[in-house]
């Protein structure tokens, strides 16, 4: 392959790259049920265990995330993106249509409906975007996963604030957003999104790895914006379409990744036409010296097939390829499944129950602490990816000691909101925020390294059923039960509950679950110690070749 042309097909995947970004900067909408749950609650009457339920709904739309995971392995992504933006345009449409009063309230059963729809349009999304980027930037998965995991959690906040912005926190007109902007920018993503052969040089790692830190820094800069917002909390209208102008600008702004690195392949590609004009020699040279190395291949490609004819006879190790079934059959992928759901699971409640927990210890809104968990989601996710890449090349330290740090922390956040000590709302969304987003960044690489990347679309969807398990676990059933225990019924229907005591049992439940996720995630580093220290040795002995050839 010409080096020009290489560069292109680097252009073509980083452009592809930045449309992933936009499509998990808007497929966040799952975790802003807290923005319009109370106007469902209202319109409809219902008791939290009810509302619970509706949230569990939505959830449980991952669990489709199956179809999603199949598709992968079988059609194009262009249309895995399309579907998932139909399905969201319909679901959330309808809630829109109810919540905005176009129509009369739909039944309880037609409501759980389109919520399912909207929770299972991301996993249509997410699936498309995280598959063909992991398998784009092989060699630097960690970083993948940070960036796209963080821009997920960003998108509570980007909608969020957008809408206060622009529209003082209408539900009605937050839940248009949820429909119409995520369809528009998966209809353009269709265009630029697909797999790009790979480049095996170091010049191409070396370029990763810088451009990596390009997004990286973007995102940071996003993420502290939103941040310096929700603290100004400004009522002037003229600041509000200010802030809106400039994060849609911060946005696009990486799109100078994918712009610059177009005009260098095409400096390269006048340049190499110029040299084959001045040196057609060195052209039949080099096609010289490749028929001699197809006369080679046959012999090379006869002991290839007869080893891999012994390899498909063996049942594949942790950190080889394995089918779906292959993986379920090992313990590493259990104990990974389980303490997965005790860190998204715990998470997933906190973020659903948000808008009564903030109005239980007596917070009349509760925008800032869903943007909290949010924006400390995002670094969570996009520190934990660059900085368990960092360590696995540098030390090979095993990722899921990370997951275990992020329980641990986990554990703590919830035991101070269950004691109620001032601030605990604001401590506890920042932590409970970071520690979520650590435990999905870092757990898409580890399936990937220990299971291979041939099946990873099902394999990612098997693990994401865990967010509606840990829905129905601990928001419908835990968090819904225990609450409408201490609530007092309100006049027409539905009921409501002040104090620390209504959420008290439930972060202790959920403390002790963190606690038990922590003890698996060490289990798992322990048991997967000598992949990572393979993973290191391999990049050691490469970097050591190179050097080695520089000289």
Not at 181 to 200: D, G, H, M, N, Y
Not at 206 to 211: D, L, P, S, W
Not at 255 to 265: G, I, Q, R, T, W
Not at 460 to 474: E, R
Request: net charge neutral; aromatic share 12%.
């Amino acid at each position: 392959m010409e080096i020009g042309e290489t560069y292109t097909f680097s252009a073509w995947k980083w452009l592809g790259f930045v449309s992933a970004v936009w499509v998990q900067a808007i497929s966040g909408n799952n975790y802003t049920f807290s923005n319009y749950s109370d106007a469902i609650k209202m319109l409809m009457n219902l008791t939290q265990l009810e509302l619970n339920n509706l949230s569990v709904a939505k959830d449980v739309g991952k669990a489709f995330g199956l179809l999603a995971g199949i598709a992968s392995d079988r059609l194009p992504t262009p249309v895995i993106l399309l579907i998932g933006a139909i399905e969201g345009l319909i679901g959330y449409g309808a809630q829109w249509l109810v919540v905005s009063r176009k129509i009369q309230p739909l039944s309880y059963w037609q409501m759980c409906i389109f919520m399912c729809m909207g929770g299972n349009s991301t996993t249509w999304m997410n699936t498309a975007v995280l598959v063909t980027c992991i398998r784009n930037f092989r060699r630097n998965r960690g970083p993948v996963s940070g960036i796209l995991k963080g821009y997920v959690g960003l998108s509570t906040a980007i909608f969020t604030d957008l809408c206060s912005s622009l529209f003082s926190d209408d539900p009605a007109r937050f839940l248009i957003m949820l429909a119409v902007i995520p369809f528009a920018v998966c209809l353009s993503a269709i265009f630029f999104l697909r797999e790009i052969p790979q480049s095996t040089s170091v010049a191409s790692e070396i370029e990763e790895i810088r451009y990596f830190a390009i997004f990286n820094a973007v995102a940071v800069v996003v993420a502290v914006y939103l941040l310096a917002y929700d603290l100004i909390d400004s009522s002037n209208q003229a600041i509000r379409l200010v802030f809106a102008v400039i994060l849609l600008i911060l946005l696009a702004s990486p799109l100078a990744v994918p712009v610059y690195s177009f005009l260098k392949s095409w400096r390269l590609v006048s340049f190499e036409a110029d040299m084959e004009r001045r040196e057609p020699l060195l052209k039949e040279e080099t096609t010289s010296t490749a028929e001699e190395k197809k006369e080679v291949v046959p012999e090379q490609k006869e002991v290839v097939h007869a080893a891999s004819s012994v390899v498909e006879k063996t049942r594949p190790v942790i950190g080889e390829e394995h089918t779906m079934l292959e993986a379920m059959q090992t313990w590493d992928f259990w104990i990974l499944f389980v303490s997965f759901l005790c860190g998204v699971g715990t998470g997933m409640a906190v973020i659903n129950n948000m808008a009564q927990i903030g109005s239980a210890l007596g917070h009349a809104d509760v925008s800032m602490f869903i943007s909290l968990t949010s924006i400390w989601g995002f670094f969570g996710r996009i520190i934990s990816g660059s900085v368990s890449e960092h360590f696995l090349k540098e030390a090979g330290t095993p990722r899921p000691l990370w997951n275990a740090t992020s329980q641990i922390l986990m554990a703590v956040g919830f035991l101070l909101m269950a004691l109620a000590v001032p601030g605990c709302l604001y401590i506890g969304s920042i932590v409970v925020g970071f520690c979520y987003g650590v435990r999905l960044a870092v757990t898409v690489p580890v399936a990937s390294e220990l299971f291979g990347l041939k099946y990873y679309g099902l394999l990612y969807n098997i693990l994401i059923l865990n967010l509606p398990i840990g829905s129905f676990l601990f928001s419908g059933l835990l968090a819904g039960y225990l609450y409408d225990a201490q609530a007092t019924p309100t006049p027409g229907g539905g009921n409501t509950c002040v104090g620390s005591h209504c959420y008290g049992l439930v972060f202790i439940v959920m403390a002790i679950a963190s606690v038990v996720g922590f003890g698996l995630d060490v289990l798992l580093a322990f048991r997967t110690k000598n992949i990572y220290t393979k993973i290191f040795n391999s990049r050691k002995s490469k970097k050591s070749l190179t050097a080695s050839n520089g000289q």
